[in-house]
């Protein structure tokens, strides 16, 4: 069964995640195909715009774990897989066309990734976000070059992931994480109005734009970005990590995952 769907409608290229019943994970598999829907979408000189959406009930809940336990015994493919996820968010950033995601439903760990490097992230008021990484004891390595600063503030950022804080689509607007919310029964409306104004502007404006932002962030990123890799890379072959994960498909928690019994408040009572 196909995990992404490609059609070209007046002018915009709609790539679909289409493994809803899997939580549209990531892996080898759509990693690819997602690749290769942007490349034909960037080839084709009747494509101005490019729209990443989801089915299911969730738009993307990250990297698929046996993924994960899968690159811890083969070292290969895990650099593979790390690298075509880090290549596939370049792409989108490089891509002289505009990159509309449109997010309904959980968006978690990688999936954060995949929608915040495009350009503009359109999401259902009942939308939620969660970098829920540091749960099973791994970070969004990839995902921190593509967001900090670009398009979250650096502490802020820091500040979800080491919480794992779940955020609504307003909290997700109001740390620009999402760039625009509506109910879901006007999300497709939304969007095509969206649309409907980008294909109105130069294909080269949006280029240049686009470029010129790139080429800002660009002085940091690819050291960023090989550090990071390494760090993940690192992280996969740990044992608590592996183990953490199996707890979790076995529907337990980690070994160090502690419930929180304070004695005392954390904050005097009382105070403004």
């Known amino acids: 069964m196909a995990v992404t769907a490609y059609e070209v409608d007046s002018g915009a290229a709609v790539v679909t995640l289409t493994n809803g019943a899997a939580g549209n994970v990531l892996n080898h598999e759509s990693l690819g195909s997602l690749q290769a829907a942007l490349n034909r979408a960037a080839s084709d000189p009747d494509v101005r715009v490019v729209v990443l959406r989801a089915e299911g009930d969730s738009f993307c809940l990250g990297m698929d774990l046996s993924l994960v336990r899968a690159g811890a015994a083969d070292p290969g493919l895990a650099k593979e897989t790390v690298g075509q996820y880090t290549a596939l968010l370049a792409a989108i950033q490089d891509s002289a066309k505009p990159v509309v995601a449109v997010v309904h439903g959980a968006v978690k760990a990688g999936g954060i990734g995949l929608a915040g490097a495009c350009d503009i992230v359109l999401a259902s008021e009942g939308a939620t976000f969660e970098f829920s990484e540091v749960i099973l004891g791994l970070i969004p390595a990839n995902v921190i070059p593509f967001l900090a600063g670009a398009r979250v503030p650096a502490q802020v950022l820091k500040y979800l992931i080491l919480t794992a804080k779940r955020l609504d689509a307003a909290e997700a607007l109001a740390v620009n994480l999402v760039d625009e919310v509506f109910s879901q029964a006007q999300l497709a409306a939304g969007a095509k109005a969206v649309v409907k104004t980008l294909l109105r502007a130069s294909p080269r404006a949006l280029a240049e734009a686009k470029r ?22 690192e992280l996969i072959q740990d044992p608590e990590v592996l183990a953490a994960i199996q707890a979790f498909e076995d529907g337990l928690t980690p070994s160090w995952f502690s419930k929180y019994q304070p004695k005392h408040p954390l904050a005097p009572q009382g105070g403004s």
């Open 212 to 233: 010129f932002f790139s080429q800002l962030a660009r002085q940091t990123r690819e050291e960023a970005s090989a550090k990071a890799q390494a760090k993940l890379l």
